[in-house]
C-alpha cells in the first residue's frame, strides 16, 4: 500500500493506492498555516489515521510546494513560506519512523499523468500546470527528475521566447524578472493582457475562465486574447520540445480544460521546433486536481516496495 500526501497551502490531502493502483481511501484536512510544528502534526496525525483506517503499514511520499534544497537539505521556493528553511525531510520520517519520499508538486503531477494517466506509458513526460502560477515538472521513464538544484520543470520563471512588441521586457514577475513566461501563461496572465486589450471595459476583473468563455461565445476582444495565449503557449512548449524532445505534454490547472488548446497549440508550435515533424503529443490530464496526491503516492514504485521488505 502507498499513501502520498499533497502538503497545499490552504488543505493537506491525503489518499491510499493499492499495488493494483486502485484508490482505497481519501482524506482531506485544513492546512494549519503560518505553523511548522502543526503541519507536522496534521501530517503525522493523518498517515496514522488512513493506516488504522485500512489496518496496513504503507509507504508515504509527500508532495510540497517547493523542493528540498539539495545543498542543505531544506525546503526552499515554495509559496507556503512557513515552510522554507524547516528540516521536514528530517523530521516527518523521524516522527513516522520510516524513511519518506518528497517532491515538488508539479513533479508529482507529471509522475501521476505518466505512470497511469495522460501519458501512461510514454517515456519522457513534460507536465505543466497553468493555474495561478505556471509550474512545470519531468518525468522520464516513469521516474522524476529533479536535478542538481531541485528545479528540473522550472520554465515559468524562462523569458517567453522570440518575445515582440509589448512582450518584451515584459510584465514584472515576482521572481524580480521581467518577461517570464508564467506573466503569460498563468490564469492571472491571460486576465491581465484581456484587460489591458480592452477586454473587461468597465473595469471589472474578468477571470481567466471568463475570457476563455467569452472567446467562446464569439466576443472579439476575448478570442483575441485566446489566441495570443496560445501563440505564447506554443513558443514557450516548443522551446521545451528543444531540448527535452518530450513524447507528451501533459496540462493540468484550471487553464487546461479549454478545448481548443489541444488542437491550436500544437499546430502552433511546429514553426517553433527544430524538427521536419514534431509527434510531442498535448494531452489533457487524465486525474485532473487528484494528480499531485496520486503522484506522491506513486513516489515509491513496486520494486522499491520489494526492496523495503527484502
Ligand atoms: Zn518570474
Not at 198 to 216: L, N, P, W
Request: charged residues 20%; hydrophobic residues 40%.
Amino acid at each position: 500500500m502507498r499513501i502520498g500526501i499533497d502538503l497545499g497551502g490552504t488543505k493537506i490531502e491525503g489518499i491510499a493506492i493499492a499495488d493494483d493502483g486502485g484508490e482505497r481511501l481519501r482524506r482531506r484536512i485544513a492546512a494549519p498555516r503560518d505553523d511548522y510544528a502543526k503541519t507536522l502534526g496534521a501530517l503525522t496525525g493523518l498517515v496514522h489515521a488512513i493506516e488504522q483506517e485500512l489496518g496496513v503499514q504503507a509507504t508515504v511520499g509527500v508532495g510540497i510546494p517547493g523542493t528540498m534544497s539539495p545543498a542543505t537539505g531544506l525546503v526552499k521556493n515554495s509559496n507556503s513560506t512557513w515552510l522554507i528553511g524547516r528540516p521536514l525531510a528530517e523530521d516527518l520520517p523521524r516522527l513516522l519512523n520510516r524513511p519518506v519520499r518528497f517532491a515538488n508538486d508539479a513533479n508529482c503531477f507529471a509522475l501521476s499523468e505518466a505512470t497511469d494517466g495522460a501519458a501512461a506509458g510514454a517515456a519522457v513526460v513534460f507536465g505543466v500546470i497553468v493555474g495561478t502560477g505556471t509550474g512545470g515538472g519531468l518525468v522520464i521513464d516513469g521516474r522524476v527528475v529533479t536535478g542538481a538544484n531541485a528545479i528540473a520543470g522550472e520554465w515559468g520563471h524562462n523569458p517567453l521566447p522570440a518575445a515582440r512588441g509589448i512582450e518584451s521586457p515584459g510584465p514584472a514577475c515576482y521572481c524580480g524578472r521581467h518577461g517570464c513566461i508564467e506573466t503569460f501563461l498563468s490564469g492571472p496572465g491571460l486576465a491581465r493582457d484581456y484587460a489591458e486589450s480592452g477586454g473587461a471595459g468597465g473595469g471589472a476583473i474578468v477571470t481567466a475562465q471568463e475570457v476563455a468563455a467569452r472567446a467562446a461565445a464569439g466576443e472579439a476582444l476575448a478570442g483575441a486574447a485566446l489566441a495570443r495565449y496560445e501563440d505564447r503557449m506554443a513558443r514557450a512548449l516548443a522551446s521545451v520540445i528543444n531540448i527535452l524532445d518530450p513524447d507528451a505534454i501533459v496540462l493540468g490547472g484550471g487553464l487546461s480544460k479549454i478545448d481548443r488548446l489541444y488542437e491550436s497549440v500544437p499546430r502552433l508550435w511546429r514553426p517553433h521546433v527544430f524538427s521536419d515533424r514534431v509527434t510531442t503529443r498535448l494531452v489533457r490530464a487524465m486525474h485532473g486536481d487528484a494528480s499531485g496526491v496520486r503522484g506522491a503516492a506513486w513516489l515509491w514504485e513496486a520494486h522499491d516496495d520489494q526492496r523495503r521488505t527484502r
